[in-house]
Every structure is written in C-alpha cells, then in structure tokens.
C-alpha cells in the first residue's frame, strides 16, 4: 500500500489533530507536575502508602497518556469482528456475573481496539456504581448500516450539563473521589471515531435519579 504523506491529508484534519494534542499536552504536563509537587511533599514526612498512592496514580496517568495518544494516530483494522468474541475476552479478568448482554453482532473494525473501547466502558460502569452491587447490560440494535451498542450501569447517572464533558482527557466528572486517570472516556472516543462511528452519553438522571447512564457507540455493520 502506498505510503500517505501529510500532504494528502486535509488541512482541516491536521488542525484539528494538532489542537486536540496541544490541549492534551498542557493538560498531561498540569496532572504530571502536580503530581511530582505532591510526592516531593510525601517524601519528605509522610507514611509509605501515601507515596505509594502517589507513584501508582502517576504511573496509571502515564499509561492512559500513551494509550490515548496511540488512539489519537492508530489507523486499526477494517475486519470483520464478532462482538461477542471480543466480550468473552474482555470478561476474563472482570466478575461476569454483575453483566449480562444481548446477542452481540459481527461489526467491522479492529478486534483489539473494540476491546480496548469495551474495557474502559466496563471499567467504568463497575467503579461508578451506586449503593446496590454494579448491574450492568450491554445492548445491541441496528440502525441502517450500523450497530448501535449500549453499556449501561446502575449508578447514579450523569446530568445533561456533563455528559460532553465526560469525553474530554483528564476532566474528571466526580474529581478524585474514584480511582483512575480520567482517559477512559477519551480513548473510547477516539477509538470509536477511528471506526467512523460516535460515542455519547444518555442518562435519565434529571426526571429518575439514580437511574444509571448508558453509553452508546455506532459501529458500521460488514453487510452495509
């Protein structure tokens, strides 16, 4: 296959590839440093665990950092890729129990980035669970050419206002009350836009709290 040159990408692309990591950037060098202020302070005079809590959530946002910024330049695959195979793959290490699924359709994509995509949603829908145990269903519908797959939980929902914020690197809905790096999300998008698909959130929170939140991603079907 020919080799692309970045002359054969539109200059639209390349800002806005440009933008997203320059935004990026300035945010990884903000948690870094910060990070780094805080575990100078606990060397100093502080208990072994609180350092180690430091080194382990900089070394979980380092790990985000090159996982997003390999999503951000991945081309992937084009195959044909059984969903529910890459479920029984991402379900290995997780409580299956607490996730129960439709029959999962055959899409076209890369296998090892949709699992990527299902891990992170997974991760999520177990962290961000409400009082009762994580319940969580993944569904599938066909909208024309495309499969539309939803993960929801049981958790305590997401309004209206924060449901775009979610995507962005680093911004953390519910700050650090709960473990991670706030790449989740934003690896899924890229991920998902890859695949020339969309990702987004849906809750009922507003008119049903604690309803839980859902999030779709459309996913182009190999007969279309």
Request: hydrophobic share 35%; charged share 25%; net charge negative.
């Amino acid at each position: 296959m020919d080799s692309i040159s970045q002359a054969d990408i539109p200059q639209a692309d390349i800002s806005q590839t440009d933008k997203d990591f320059e935004q990026f950037v300035c945010a990884a060098c903000h948690n870094l440093r910060q990070s780094l202020r805080n575990l100078r302070l606990l060397v100093e005079d502080a208990p072994d665990s609180r350092v180690e809590e430091q080194i382990c959530a900089m070394e979980s946002t380092l790990k985000g950092m090159v996982e997003y910024s390999v999503a951000c330049v991945s081309e992937g695959r084009h195959d044909r890729v059984e969903m529910e195979d890459v479920l029984k793959q991402v379900l290995l290490p997780l409580d299956s129990n607490t996730i129960s699924h439709d029959p999962l359709p055959a899409v076209l994509g890369d296998a090892s980035q949709l699992a990527t995509v299902l891990r992170h949603l997974l991760d999520n829908a177990v962290k961000f669970h409400g009082a009762d145990a994580p319940r969580i269903h993944i569904s599938a519908k066909r909208d024309g050419p495309r499969w539309i797959l939803a993960v929801r939980d049981n958790g305590p929902g997401i309004e209206s206002p924060y449901r775009e914020r979610v995507f962005t690197p680093f911004k953390r809905l519910h700050g650090h009350d709960y473990p991670g790096n706030g790449l989740g999300l934003a690896i899924c998008r890229k991920l998902i836009e890859r695949h020339g698909g969309r990702i987004w959130v849906e809750s009922n929170v507003e008119s049903n709290p604690g309803s839980g939140t859902a999030v779709l991603f459309s996913l182009t079907s190999p007969q279309s």
